[in-house]
């Protein structure tokens, strides 16, 4: 059997509510596309019955369907990860199980890699979040372009293609905590984006909390960029020079006027700010001495259970 043109990779974790609409619809747009497919289901440790929901829709498409079964929860993008390992596709799609994104509109994605697009990134059309997610997203999104110089629009959309080049290169890290659209951008050469639709989720609950996209989003900076740490050691040297100028002030008025109580809160109030300062660059530091650790450990980055795979199968038979 030969390899198919397209890898659909679609991490689930908790998401028995959704899953047999999603499994309504995916096939039938995938099936419309006239293209030979397999569809990489990775369950992230699911305590509903999202692994019995993935079994059963192997045993009724088992000629394109694959599903892989961790042995825990490890995250989405480990998910992830574990689906481009073993993705065979020259053109691989990752899609959030939630519905969220159309899987009718990965044709749209498709048909900007044949123009020779080697990434193409999404962009909601409408987005459907609350208010507070929409602008922290805009925010987060416009500092960490300016940080990373990795520019996607919208990064919270994780309906996207990859070419195989790609997805070899993303293959090869090793890191254990990365941003996948972020790391697969830094290996492509000719990246778009498309604008897609944008639903509500038709049932089950966000996995993102808003600690979740924080700390997505100090990956991000952390993970792609020394910038923070240059900025930092900036503002340090600021401060050191600001406070010399100012013990010379203090200095020269308690020559000129002599003792003054009046000044002691406004002292106080320097000390707390410098501080605060050196909190936070102990934090940030500590974000980066975190990775370090992370990676220095070198655990693996998931444990599969079971693969479920009659397609490799029929190969090995044949």
Same mark, same amino acid.
């Given at each position: 059997?030969n390899a ?7 991490? &689930? ?5 959704s ?5 309504d ?5 995938l099936d ?7 569809i ?10 999202s692994?019995?929901?993935?079994t059963?829709?192997?045993k009724?498409r088992s000629?394109?369907t694959?599903?892989?079964?961790f042995?825990?929860n490890?995250?989405?993008? /480990?998910a ?6 073993h993705?065979r596709?020259? !053109?691989i799609?990752?899609?959030?199980a939630?519905? !969220?994104?159309?899987p ?19 962009i909601?059309r409408q987005r ?11 925010m ?7 940080? $990373? /110089?990795?520019?996607? $629009?919208d ?7 990859y070419s ?31 604008? &897609? ?5 038709h049932a ?5 909390s808003?600690?979740s ?8 900076? $952390? ?10 050691s900036m ?5 050191s020079?600001g406070?010399?100028l100012? &013990? &010379?002030?203090?200095f020269?008025? /308690?020559?000129l006027i ?7 809160f ?13 909190l936070?660059?102990v934090g940030l ?13 070198? /655990?693996?980055r ?8 009659? $397609?490799?199968?029929?190969?090995q038979?044949?």
């Amino acid at each position: 059997m030969n390899a198919p043109i397209l890898s659909v990779v679609i991490p &689930v974790y908790n998401e028995e509510a959704s899953l047999q609409m999603l499994f309504d619809r995916l096939y039938p747009a995938l099936d419309a596309l006239a293209k030979s497919y397999e569809i990489i289901f990775v369950n992230d440790g699911s305590r509903d019955r999202s692994a019995a929901m993935l079994t059963q829709q192997h045993k009724l498409r088992s000629d394109v369907t694959r599903v892989i079964l961790f042995n825990g929860n490890f995250g989405q993008h /480990r998910a992830i990860l574990a689906g481009f390992a073993h993705a065979r596709g020259t !053109q691989i799609v990752t899609l959030d199980a939630d519905l !969220q994104n159309p899987p009718e509109d990965i044709g749209l994605l498709l048909a900007e890699m044949d123009k020779g697009h080697d990434y193409v990134g999404s962009i909601r059309r409408q987005r459907n979040d609350s208010w507070w997610r929409h602008a922290a997203s805009r925010m987060m999104n416009k500092m960490r372009e300016r940080i $990373t /110089r990795i520019k996607m $629009t919208d990064q919270g959309c994780m309906m996207r293609a990859y070419s195989r080049g790609v997805i070899d290169m993303v293959n090869q890290c090793s890191e254990m905590n990365t941003f996948i659209p972020a790391l697969a951008y830094t290996f492509s050469h000719n990246p778009t984006e498309v604008v &897609v639709g944008h639903e509500e989720r038709h049932a089950g609950e966000s996995k993102y909390s808003l600690y979740s996209l924080i700390r997505l989003n100090f990956d991000l900076m $952390t993970g792609f960029s020394v910038v923070p740490l240059q900025l930092f050691s900036m503002v340090g040297m600021m401060i050191s020079i600001g406070s010399a100028l100012l &013990v &010379v002030y203090l200095f020269l008025r /308690r020559l000129l006027i002599g003792p003054e109580e009046g000044g002691l809160f406004t002292l106080f109030a320097i000390a707390f700010f410098l501080i605060g300062i050196a909190l936070f660059g102990v934090g940030l530091l500590g974000e980066y001495i975190g990775r370090i650790y992370m990676e220095v450990r070198q /655990r693996p980055r998931y444990q599969i259970a079971t693969i479920l795979d009659t $397609t490799s199968e029929k190969n090995q038979a044949s």
